[in-house]
């Protein structure tokens, strides 16, 4: 078992930034890969980001591409999201989760935070 806690959303003016992290505990964090994943209401929940489990590959949505940055540290058992120029239609509630192999589908990952609220206002 992989337990994970998101913290750092809240709100925020349209252009700012928030550094989401997500700390975790249980099994051998370093073995995973993370992802962060978005569901604003309504909505299905979307993929943002992942990292390989050594931090040398990161892939991104088009949508955050340039604008967020996944980031990890093996020895604090936390991962990183920057959120940068951030829009309203990044509202969403921010989940990180933990796979086994490297992939955009939420089906895929194994373990799951219980999210952190991000609101952009205009």
């Known amino acids: 078992q992989v337990q994970l806690v998101e913290s750092g959303g809240g709100l925020v003016q349209a252009g700012g930034s928030l550094r989401l992290s997500c700390a975790a505990s249980g099994r051998t964090f370093s073995n995973y890969y993370m992802g962060w994943f978005a569901q604003a209401p309504g909505k299905e929940r979307e993929f943002v980001a992942r990292i390989t489990w050594n931090a040398g590959t990161t892939y991104y949505a088009h949508s955050v591409k340039g604008r967020f940055t996944i980031s990890r540290d093996n020895a604090k058992n936390t991962v990183y999201l920057q959120m940068n120029n951030l829009k309203p239609e990044d509202t969403a509630v921010y989940y990180c989760?933990?796979?086994?192999?490297?992939?955009?589908?939420?089906?895929?990952?194994?373990?799951w935070g219980q999210g952190t609220q991000v609101t952009v206002s205009s």
């Open positions: 989760a933990g796979a086994r192999r490297g992939t955009t589908i939420s089906a895929g990952y194994d373990y």
